[in-house]
C-alpha cells in the first residue's frame, strides 16, 4: 500500500486569513443512512493554534448538490500542538441522517483549514496534517456515549457510588 498525508496552510505568512479545503467524494451509493453504520476516522497534527477554532473543521454532505453538514472540530487542546491526535469514531450516518441526506456516488467530506500562517515546523505556525483517513462500516457495535456518574470533580468519595454511563447502539 502507498500512505500519503496532505498538509494545509497558508502560502506565506500574511495579515489575512488564508483558506484551504481538501474535499474526498467518494462512491457510497451501496449504502443506506437507514440500514448502514457508516463512520470516518482520521489523524491529524495542528501545528499552532488556530486564530479561530470555528474556521478550522471537517463537514460532509450526502451529494454534491447538497448543504454542508458539520461533522467535526479540531481539537485545540488535545495535548497541545505538534502531537498526533486522532478524531475518533465519526458517523457519517447521524449526520445525514439529521439533514434527510442519502449516501450517494457524490457523498463528500471536506477539511477545511483557514489562518494566517504557513507550517514553520511540527509544533509552530498556522496549519493542519491530515493522514490515515479511513472509511469504514461498523455492525452490532456498542459505544460509551457519557459517564454520567460519578462526575469527574469528584474524587475522595467516602462510600459506593454508582457507576451510571450512556450508551450508544451504533
Known amino acids: 500500500p502507498i500512505y500519503r498525508s ?3 496552510d497558508a502560502v506565506y505568512n ?3 486569513t488564508h483558506g484551504n479545503e481538501f474535499t474526498g467524494t467518494f462512491n457510497l451509493s451501496n449504502y443506506n443512512v437507514a440500514n448502514d453504520e457508516v463512520r470516518v476516522e482520521f489523524d491529524y497534527i495542528l501545528h499552532g493554534r488556530p486564530q479561530r477554532t470555528e474556521d478550522n473543521y471537517v463537514a460532509a454532505r450526502g451529494q454534491d448538490t447538497r448543504a ?15 502531537k498526533v491526535v486522532n478524531s475518533g469514531s465519526l458517523s457519517l450516518t ?3 441522517q439529521n439533514d ?3 449516501f450517494s456516488a457524490s457523498t463528500q467530506i471536506d477539511f477545511i483549514q ?3 500562517s504557513l507550517i514553520s515546523e511540527r509544533n ?8 490515515n483517513v479511513r472509511i469504514y462500516t461498523v455492525q452490532n457495535e456498542i459505544q460509551l456515549w457519557a459517564i454520567l456518574s460519578p462526575a469527574t470533580i469528584e474524587c475522595g468519595l467516602s462510600g459506593q457510588v454508582p457507576l451510571v ?6
Open 124 to 131: 509552530y505556525g498556522s496549519g493542519i496534517t491530515l493522514d
Open 100 to 102: 434527510n441526506q442519502p
Open 94 to 96: 447521524d449526520v445525514l
Open 114 to 116: 483557514k489562518d494566517k
Open 6 to 8: 496532505i498538509s494545509l
Open 14 to 16: 500574511a495579515g489575512t
Open 68 to 82: 454542508w453538514q458539520p461533522l467535526y472540530v479540531y481539537k485545540t487542546s488535545a495535548g497541545g500542538t505538534g
Open 165 to 170: 454511563v450512556n450508551l450508544r447502539n451504533g
